[in-house]
């Protein structure tokens, strides 16, 4: 079927760790793949995407690389700041809507 | 306006009430969608709008949720008859049109509790 599956939180880090979250999907085809993240007390925001096999979707120092041949789409950040603190959802587009992974609550102490 | 709008941002009422959420998404875009998000389900996908077309409704829990769109703008999302398990954050999202790589703008969402 179609589905997204990310890894359990939570996560604790340190300021200036390095963050992995990992992002698998299943689909026919090759679908476009999302980061979202939401912070405390908000609504989702678009962290980043990749539309197509290879991409790399960056921001605010956040990656993800869209890797057909693992089909995943693993969020990668160098040093992590307390403000990073939040719920990372990966998503793949799919007819009119968006599959969600269960989310992974990152938290970062100073 | 500038990003999705939601209201009420939270309600509360009794089992068995109707209760109507409103989402103005963004100006000029034509795919509005709905979700539900609560602790053991996640995000679940309720419905999607295509102007004022709904080509999909198979996500709605039950025959108790119904959706509208009017005008290709505002959104109503009408629960009847309300149960405890409805309650659950009701998110809006938009987007320029339907499409896998559309990314979705998503508003603040309305916290619904069932007493």
């Known amino acids: 079927g179609n589905s997204v599956t990310q890894m359990e939180g939570p996560v604790t880090l340190s300021e200036e760790a390095f963050l992995t979250i990992n992002c698998t999907y299943t689909?026919?085809?090759?679908?476009?793949l999302f980061w979202y993240v939401q912070y405390p007390g908000e609504g989702l925001q678009l962290l980043l995407k990749?539309?197509?096999?290879?991409d790399k979707g960056s921001n605010k120092g956040f990656e993800a690389t869209y890797r057909k041949e693992t089909t995943s789409f693993h969020l990668e950040k160098g040093s992590v700041q307390v403000s990073d603190s939040a719920v990372y959802f990966c998503?793949?587009?799919?007819?009119?809507?968006?599959?969600f992974g269960k989310g992974t609550k990152l938290s970062v102490k100073p | 306006g500038a990003g999705v709008s939601q209201s009420p941002s939270n309600k509360v009422t009794e089992k068995g009430k109707d209760v109507e959420l409103r989402c103005d998404p963004i100006?000029?875009?034509?795919?509005l969608y709905w979700y539900r998000q609560s602790l053991g389900q996640g995000l679940e996908f309720l419905i999607y709008?295509?102007?004022?077309?709904?080509?999909?409704k198979s996500g709605l829990p039950s025959d108790r949720f119904s959706a509208e769109r009017t005008g290709g703008s505002v959104s109503t999302l009408t629960i009847q008859r309300t149960q405890q398990e409805d309650s659950a954050v009701y998110l809006c999202?938009?987007?320029?049109?339907?499409?896998?790589?559309?990314?979705?703008?998503f508003g603040d969402g309305t916290r619904l509790s069932i007493l």
């Open positions: 999202a938009s987007s320029f049109t339907v499409g896998d790589n559309q990314p979705q703008h």
């Open positions: 689909a026919t085809g090759y679908p476009s």
């Open positions: 990749a539309t197509k096999a290879d």
């Open positions: 998503a793949r587009g799919s007819q009119g809507n968006l599959i």
């Open positions: 100006s000029g875009h034509t795919a």
């Open positions: 709008f295509q102007g004022n077309s709904a080509p999909d």
